[in-house]
């Protein structure tokens, strides 16, 4: 089956560091990645869309000076949470969809990162 | 916008049994997609089942299984013959290409199965 491995799966660091995130797509390719947020005991929130090739689109309400998103190639997607804070800490989970594959069809899930900012 | 409402923040079912988590949603397209994905402990999301707007016939997949009544925009999940594995997350997800196939989802069911 398709997957998807976004590392690493937990991060502690300072606050005022910058964290990068990677999600790749091991067997498809992944014009189109997603990157969403969880709160503890809460759903998933889009953060942005991520498109190879041109930037991404945000959602409403996310900073995207704060959180940048590269897509350079079809199989490799980055979150660099820039400056981070203790506001920040939170669980990121990415997801890609099979280029290859027919429009509805679902969504591969990362395992997620864990990020904690001190 | 769409907006996808899971009315039920916890439920608990005993082994063996059945339970039925409840999904409404709210969208002008007709051609989506639904999805009930599972988040257990470790976090991962897995995906249950999926459903085409456009198929009348309700998706199974082993001992999950679908309502889907399109008139009423509704999607409830029945997970029989439940399993101590089942305990998880369960969230609701709607996707149409008109949204640029983002995921839309619900707020989430807590499910807990009890020996």
């Known amino acids: 089956g398709a997957v998807v491995s976004q590392h690493p799966s937990w991060v502690i660091c300072k606050s005022g560091t910058s964290v990068k995130i990677e999600c790749r797509s091991l067997?498809?390719?992944?014009?189109?990645m997603f990157w969403y947020r969880q709160f503890p005991k809460q759903s998933l929130m889009l953060m942005a869309t991520s498109n190879e090739g041109s930037k991404a689109t945000y959602e409403q309400g996310v900073e995207k000076d704060k959180f940048l998103i590269n897509h350079a190639s079809l199989t490799l997607s980055t979150l660099t949470v820039t400056s981070a804070h203790p506001e920040d800490s939170s669980f990121y989970i990415c997801?890609?969809?099979?280029?290859?594959?027919?429009?509805?069809?679902?969504?591969?899930f990362g395992d997620g990162t864990r990020l904690s900012i001190l | 916008a769409q907006t996808v409402t899971q009315s039920q923040p916890e439920m608990s079912v005993q082994e063996a049994e059945t339970v039925t988590l409840s999904c409404t949603y709210d969208?002008?397209?007709?051609?989506?997609?639904l999805f009930w994905y599972k988040q257990p402990p470790s976090r991962q999301m897995i995906l249950v089942i999926r459903q085409e707007a456009y198929k009348q016939q309700n998706a199974t997949e082993n001992r999950f299984s679908v309502n889907f009544q399109k008139a009423a925009k509704s999607f409830s999940l029945k997970i029989s013959d439940s399993q101590l594995g089942d305990t998880a997350m369960y969230f609701c997800a709607f996707m149409t290409g008109a949204a640029g196939n983002k995921l839309t989802f619900g707020g989430g069911t807590r499910v807990l199965v009890k020996p």
């Open positions: 969208t002008s397209e007709n051609n989506y997609y």
């Open positions: 067997d498809f390719q992944a014009t189109t």
């Open positions: 997801s890609a969809r099979d280029s290859g594959r027919v429009l509805g069809q679902p969504q591969h």
